[in-house]
């Protein structure tokens, strides 16, 4: 008896990678990306000459403390003063620039104090004279100075209501930039005429400067006539301290008031690049996705679907592969409530699921801070077999997936990701290996 | 003053597309994929050799009276029996071939006496005849038949517990076929010793044939031993109807019981590459991301970041380039009830809204079958210009999208892509032109 299934044309090669090999991989490329974005590694080729005059040192971001440890290290005989603010916990040690900590994402006390410090700091130096800016992602919420007149809850309220209200992140940034005695500009302005240099990591996808930190040391091409078209067309409820001070507030700097130098020396395609680099060295070809948004349940549902095709029909590459991406997902928690996890394993569970036992894929899911979301892993590998054993410990992955408890699975599973807090942002990396 | 930027080497191609070579693009993208699943254009291929003795035509699916129509144009001087069963609404004229239409997606009386009839039909044939089998996406439902002694309620109170259990989809059908008297190879194993040919067109990812419409005419693997360890597993509750049955049930036929033909005449990923070969003929390099899963909203989002990566970065492709994908997405209605659209809309609208008026990128996404959840459109075309025509003309964007309402935002905007019903289905076809 004959049987022929009359099927397409399709790529079905066999698997050439083995569990072992593909485990290695998906760190080594894990491990690229953070490094890419590692200060102390990556920031000494960005720095400008050593400047004539004095050296100040100033910024704000979970990476600031590290970032001013590295202009030390690789300054070691310049003499320079300054302050930088990062997250609690994520401060250094070090020699001759000081460090605050403040709260994130809900600015402190601190936020205040150190903005205002870093002001006086920059105020009254000379042409010869070098402001280096270091900034990363949250500078925002650590470093937070109301304009003249408004509080903090002032600021806060107009910020929740414009985040209800649907409009564009550009939308909102002009309206903090304007509401703000120190972003969108006006720590360059007042560094004038210093020469002002920015290193920056970005953690937002397309990286545009003005948006990381909300841009303390760029110019800003939003007016405040703008802000008070936005805040009438979302109907913004605002209160009358706000009211008072959008008729007599102060411009933003804009282009052409200052120079500006902006250096990205980390971000999420670098982080990407590097990954790409190391898999073409293990002999994978890459295909990088872009930075990706969304549902992490459903991304992993739709990641499924592409290892899927590349494993049957070689589209959209031919395996031996992987699939990189990057960005930052969410987890919204349903009425459930929340379990223990983070959006990089809900993604890799979901993908899991998904595959449905598919040989020969494997991946990993973390967060280049090394944090995803709950306790002290920063992600988690995945592969055909995670689904199976997961059923074997006792666990129902649906249904944790439906309570975003992913966490204690990896954990039995011993397929957590741990690199401890790397100190750096460059948001996820995700790798699906199809080998 | 000089303004430097430090940025990464970037791909910021100009945009060479304009927005009327674009749709245009983008329908005969559309249409090919469609073209490539019409039985009327692809079928006569597939034949085999005229039969020597008679020739029976049976089949059920959503383009079984279509398929039935090609086989009798492709074979005008083949005198020919037979009975195919169609969605309501989906028959068109044959002249040797009887239609009937029966309940979809769950089954009524019609479902039952078409498979009755359809099993009468194909037995006491000889190794001289043909049984020719159309099968399509839907064909599960429109011709069913329980098992001896077993009711559609029977069957339907299982499947709807599986459904619910966490159980695979191979699992199910499993189950499925098992409590069926004509799926999981009964059909065929009714029709020996006559020649059966199967021509089929896939609506499942990854085109198992024996998921296509339960597999009527191919040997099952699984076993009624497997059958009761997956009920058990699953602690699936079932009546003493169905108890009783599976002490006895006939066992359905194995691989080598009878010899297979299985032809797929139409898939996804042959409207996939439909699609691609009209990309290249238009100067567009085409990526072919696969058959994607998920919910519409969470895939607008995450292709708006690869729509993005290629504008900024040429990263997966460089532009001028388009992002090709099929399969089915979910749209989860939430407490706020579903309005008027589909899941198709949705994806577009979700995809306009991330895409925030990004330059030079342009969409479509539509059901191959020609009706995308409501009322008579395919799907809809998207562009930078979307998101401010549609609040211009007094929608709100993200508002419309949490109500499940983009049918009334695209048909008010003149950008519904309307083709009719047609009769056939290979999923959804997306296209994202970056220009």
Redesign the interface.
């Known amino acids: 008896?004959?049987?022929?299934?009359?099927?397409?044309t399709?790529h079905r090669a066999d698997v050439t990678w083995d569990p072992t090999k593909a485990r290695s991989a998906l760190l080594a490329m894990f491990m690229a990306a953070v490094q890419s974005a590692d200060p102390l590694k990556v920031l000494a080729a960005?720095l400008p000459p050593r400047p004539p005059g004095r050296c100040v040192v100033v910024g704000c971001g979970k990476s600031a403390a590290v970032m001013a440890a590295a202009v030390e290290a690789a300054w070691p005989d310049v003499a320079m003063a300054g302050l930088v603010v990062t997250r609690y916990g994520h401060a250094v040690p070090t020699r001759q620039i000081e460090v605050m900590e403040s709260a994130h994402p809900v600015p402190d006390a601190n936020s205040e104090i150190s903005a205002r410090r870093m002001l006086e700091m920059v105020r009254g130096l000379g042409p010869n004279d070098l402001v280096l800016a270091l900034i990363s992602g949250g500078g925002s919420a650590l470093m937070s100075l109301p304009g003249p007149g408004l509080t903090l809850a002032d600021k806060q309220a107009v910020n929740r209501a414009l985040l209800l209200s649907?409009a564009?992140?550009?939308e909102i940034n002009a309206v903090r930039k304007h509401l703000s005695a120190i972003k969108g500009g006006r720590l360059a302005q007042a560094a004038a005429p210093a020469h002002v240099v920015t290193l920056a990591i970005s953690d937002v996808?397309?990286?545009d400067?003005s948006v990381i930190a909300s841009g303390p040391t760029l110019p800003d091409v939003s007016t405040i006539a703008d802000v008070q078209n936005i805040l009438k067309h979302y109907d913004i409820p605002l209160s009358s301290q706000v009211k008072r001070y959008l008729q007599t507030a102060p411009e933003t700097p804009k282009?052409?008031d200052?120079?500006?130098?902006?250096?990205?020396i980390a971000?999420p395609?670098?982080a990407?690049k590097a990954a790409a680099d190391t898999a073409a060295s293990l002999g994978l070809t890459s295909?990088?996705?872009?930075?990706?948004?969304?549902?992490s349940?459903?991304?992993?549902?739709?990641m499924?679907?592409?290892a899927?095709?590349?494993r049957?029909?070689g589209?959209?590459i031919a395996p031996p592969a992987v699939l990189l991406?990057g960005?930052e997902t969410t987890v919204t928690i349903g009425q459930g409530g929340g379990g223990k996890g983070g959006r990089n394993m809900e993604f890799a569970l979901s993908l899991a699921v998904?595959l449905?036992g598919l040989h020969g894929v494997w991946a990993v899911a973390g967060d280049s801070d090394g944090i995803d979301g709950f306790g002290d892993a920063a992600g988690a590998f995945i592969d055909g077999t995670t689904l199976a054993r997961a059923q074997a410990a006792g666990y129902?992955?649906?249904?944790v997936l439906h309570q975003h408890d992913s966490f204690p699975v990896f954990d039995a599973l011993g397929d957590l990701l741990r690199t401890g807090p790397t100190l750096t942002n460059v948001n996820a990396l995700r790798a699906v290996i199809i080998g």
Request: no cysteine; net charge negative; hydrophobic share 40%.
């Open positions: 008896m004959s049987d022929t299934v009359h099927a397409p399709v960005h649907g564009t992140i550009h996808p397309g990286d400067p282009p052409g200052f120079a500006t130098d902006y250096r990205l971000t395609m670098m990407l295909l990088v996705l872009g930075e990706l948004e969304g549902e349940r459903d991304l992993g549902i739709v499924a679907g592409m899927r095709s590349v049957t029909h589209l959209p991406s960005g998904a449905q129902d992955p649906v249904a």
